[in-house]
């Protein structure tokens, strides 16, 4: 299950867990100053294992953008407020396979909720082909890997409308009820 983050107490457990898996994978942090949302993955017990964050999309500040370019339609959407970007996607290392789901779930039921077409992001090689590959995630790779805060990345174009449009062909999708 996941769940918006509403407290210091939340906020806190969210920090913990996003810090400790980019610090696990050697990754530089960086804070984001005013996410749209961030949710945390909770297990049926009540244990905090893992986050997601949606953030503005800023053609002059994206991340995205020092990885590749994006299609002008794209960027047309982007001065409509159709697009965001995606950050923090992290599970804690034992929970990592198990409650993918819940995760992607969160974007999801996010750009459902508030009308987002498109996210853009930066993902690790192995974990876009899993999206890809287990998940059938509707995306587009906007260019090559390249070296990027301690990693190799992936800029990605995701259609969050076409999983929430066509959502039971994502058979994984969890919302809260």
């Keep these: 299950m996941f769940k918006q983050v509403e407290n210091a107490t939340e906020a806190a ?38 986050t997601s964050e949606i953030n503005r999309f800023d053609p002059r500040n994206s991340s995205v953008l020092q990885a590749a370019a994006l299609p002008g339609s794209i ?15 992290a599970l804690l290392k034992p929970y990592r ?19 987002y077409r498109y996210f853009v992001s930066l993902l690790e090689p192995v974990f876009y082909r899993a999206l890809r ?22 800029p ?6 076409q999983m929430y449009v066509k959502m039971p062909m994502f058979y994984w999708l969890k919302y809260p009820s």
Excluded: C
């Design 156 to 161: 990605v174009l995701f259609e969050t409308n």
């Design 13 to 50: 457990f969210f920090n913990d867990i996003w810090t400790s898996v980019w610090k696990e994978k050697g990754y530089e942090l960086e804070y984001s100053d005013q996410p749209l949302a961030q949710y945390v993955i909770v297990t049926p017990d009540g244990h905090f294992i893992g």
């Design 75 to 89: 960027l047309a959407a982007a001065e409509d407020g159709l697009v965001a970007e995606i950050d923090k996607i």
């Design 133 to 154: 590959v287990s998940f059938h995630i509707p995306m587009e790779r906007l260019g090559g890997e390249s070296y990027y805060k301690g990693d190799y990345v992936i």
């Design 97 to 115: 396979g198990k409650y993918l789901s819940d995760l992607l779930s969160s974007i999801v039921y996010f750009a459902d909720r508030h009308h």
